[in-house]
């Protein structure tokens, strides 16, 4: 069945989650991804809603009249509906991942899906080029013409258009978001911390050594590159002009994503390093914003 194809797409084999805790905007983020995959969601709980419905009722997030008026829907698919559209509207979607990460080693679906390993990092204001503008919640990157005076600092990106975030992975699976509507030229992606910061392109742009992997937009279209070898991404447009990147660290994995539509643009194999990775930005044109 067509809908099945889509949730093996988007529950990916080889991506495993880590427990979702973080601040209020993460939640409401993630619950921007829940509305947006409902649909998909819906049809795969319709065939294991029993199993949600036990754990909401004896975690008490359900009071045990909603657990009866639920269980007495016999269809599948109304029945996920009703659950879902409860849990959304009353704003338990934070209860409804802890319940779901608490049950995803008797549910291998599970691992795999977005929410559990959504994060939103922030660009290290030190690392970010003085030809680039970061605004104040750390999360836009904007080209800009006038020079931003930043002081030196041996983290930072001196030549090129280049900023890194603050967080290191080192091991875990991390997914973000990257809207790229504002930027016509851009490269989004990963970096370890050892990449360059002054040099020539090929030792500080991202996707030209190898120390770094993006996806890269220019005038003449979409394409990822890593250790100077570029890949042409048969893409006109993306849907909604968001990215999604997904890095495996145990596994030396990176996924770039089509973010509105969880399909997988493109993944590399990154191998395995003792240092950390982080992700990293450059903006030739426009603006770029980390969902938060």
Same mark, same amino acid.
């Given at each position: ?77 109304? @029945?996920? #509906?009703?659950?879902?559209?409860? !849990?959304?509207?009353? &704003?338990?979607?934070? =209860?409804?991942?802890?319940? *779901? /990460? ?84 851009? @490269?989004? #992606?990963?970096?370890?911390?050892? !990449?360059?910061?002054? &040099?020539?392109?090929? =030792?500080?742009?991202?996707? *030209? /050594? ?83």
């Amino acid at each position: 069945m067509q809908w099945r194809n889509q949730v093996i797409s988007w529950l990916h084999p080889h991506l495993y989650p880590c427990l979702y805790t973080g601040p209020s905007r993460r939640v409401m983020a993630t619950q921007a991804v829940i509305r947006r995959q409902k649909p998909l969601l819906k049809r795969w709980l319709s065939s294991n809603m029993s199993f949600l419905l036990d754990a909401l009722d004896s975690k008490e997030i359900i009071s045990r009249d909603f657990y009866h008026s639920a269980n007495d829907i016999q269809n599948g698919g109304e @029945r996920a #509906g009703y659950v879902l559209d409860f !849990i959304i509207d009353t &704003g338990l979607v934070h =209860e409804l991942l802890e319940v *779901l /990460n608490d049950v995803k080693d008797q549910y291998p679906q599970l691992r795999t899906w977005p929410p559990l390993y959504f994060c939103s990092p922030t660009i290290n204001r030190d690392s970010v080029n003085p030809w680039l503008d970061c605004n104040a919640d750390g999360r836009t990157l904007t080209a800009t013409e006038l020079h931003q005076g930043y002081p030196d600092h041996s983290e930072r990106f001196a030549e090129w258009k280049v900023a890194l975030c603050s967080e290191n992975f080192s091991s875990g699976r991390h997914y973000w978001e990257v809207c790229v509507k504002q930027a016509q030229i851009f @490269r989004v #992606g990963i970096a370890y911390a050892v !990449i360059s910061r002054r &040099g020539s392109q090929c =030792e500080t742009w991202l996707g *030209l /050594n190898r120390a770094s992997w993006c996806l890269c937009r220019r005038p003449n279209g979409y394409f990822v590159a890593h250790d100077g070898i570029e890949t042409p991404l048969n893409i006109s447009q993306l849907e909604k002009d968001k990215i999604g990147v997904l890095v495996d660290v145990d596994q030396g994995l990176l996924y770039f994503y089509d973010g509105s539509t969880e399909s997988v643009l493109y993944m590399f194999r990154i191998g395995h390093s003792a240092g950390s990775v982080h992700a990293a930005f450059m903006v030739g044109q426009g603006s770029i914003t980390i969902v938060a």
